[in-house]
């Protein structure tokens, strides 16, 4: 009698583990169905093109290199070569040279992005080309694929995965973010205020002019014109003219972007998301990285206040000649090298 009744409760417990199961199962199926939808709705916006990583010089050795890092370490670092086209052609990105060359880095272990501008005058050899020439004729003349394999090979890196943006329809994401907030100068006001005028063109809304310096609220359009020139600086001989200083002005706006992005709820920050891949051409498997982007935005605040922005090659070991009638940026290979090798994995 008493062996009967000490199997009832166990008949019940085991029926509930049954049904507890099937529910955690049921849950994790809608789960998957949901994330399964959220991936394919993302990757329907993205222009996708595929690259050839047989020709691309991908240095495989690059762990050799390092100081102070664990393979695993390595291996979990995300590089992404970010192009931006200077083309006026809103229908073609590629009739024009790459006017923004920035590696963007991101250490999940550290939580840590970097940002490392190359300058588009850098003095680069390109196949192809019979004498070295600027780095961003290599997007000009062999797309995104030559592009990345002209830094490989310069450089000693194993780049491969890019996001290509026309910087003349970057307005569009901003405005949608209601402007970014950067620090101009009086100068940079000036010339943002020569440059707008194309851009308001372009969207075909009414021009406004900026009005103030310091901590500002650029639109669109302004922050267009502000990433585009590079005029400002050679009036009172800064270091920081030209394309120096352009590219300085990308990161920021890059930075306040971001910060801007992440300070939206979960649905706003998903709908730019959606406008910035309308805008955007890559190889990325953005599958790969969806799981990463719930523990981005998790410790989103470490990420945002560990921002490195840097140009590379740096100004100390390299200079500007004049060779066949254009201006080149010319470099110590081995010491932009290392440095690329710091910022990317060591620090």
Request: aromatic content about 10%; glycine content about 4%.
């Amino acid at each position: 009698m008493e062996d009967e009744i000490s199997k009832k409760p166990k008949r019940k417990i085991g029926k509930w583990i049954k049904i507890v199961l099937i529910l955690l199962i049921s849950i994790i199926l809608v789960l998957v169905l949901f994330v399964t939808k959220f991936v394919n709705d993302k990757l329907s916006k993205v222009n996708f093109q595929e690259l050839d990583e047989e020709n691309l010089s991908i240095n495989e050795n690059l762990y050799d290199e390092l100081e102070g890092v664990t393979e695993e370490e390595y291996k979990e670092v995300i590089n992404i070569l970010l192009l931006g086209s200077d083309s006026r052609d809103m229908s073609n990105q590629y009739v024009g040279n790459s006017d923004a060359i920035m590696i963007i880095s991101i250490n999940p272990n550290y939580k840590t992005i970097k940002l490392i501008s190359i300058p588009r005058d850098t003095a680069t050899n390109i196949d192809g080309f019979e004498y070295r020439y600027k780095i961003n004729a290599a997007f000009r003349e062999g797309r995104e694929q030559l592009a990345i394999k002209t830094i490989n090979e310069n450089f000693g890196l194993n780049l491969k995965e890019y996001v290509t943006i026309n910087i003349s329809e970057m307005y569009s994401i901003i405005n949608e973010l209601g402007g970014v907030e950067v620090e101009i100068t009086k100068e940079e006001m000036n010339w943002i205020n020569q440059y707008v005028d194309m851009f308001y063109e372009f969207s075909g809304s009414p021009v406004k002019k900026v009005t103030q310096y310091g901590k500002v609220i650029l639109t669109g359009e302004q922050a267009a014109a502000h990433v585009k020139e590079r005029m400002a600086g050679f009036s009172n001989e800064m270091e920081e003219h030209g394309d120096y200083g352009r590219t300085r002005r990308q990161r920021d706006v890059f930075i306040s972007m971001l910060n801007k992005i992440m300070s939206e709820d979960p649905s706003e920050i998903s709908r730019i998301i959606d406008l910035v891949l309308l805008q955007i051409t890559t190889n990325i498997d953005l599958a790969k990285y969806m799981p990463l982007i719930p523990e981005f935005i998790t410790n989103k605040d470490a990420y945002l206040g560990n921002i490195v922005s840097v140009m590379i090659p740096k100004v100390e070991y390299s200079k500007e000649i004049l060779e066949r009638g254009a201006y080149i940026y010319v470099t110590d290979v081995e010491k932009a090298k290392r440095d690329f090798i710091k910022y990317m994995y060591e620090m």
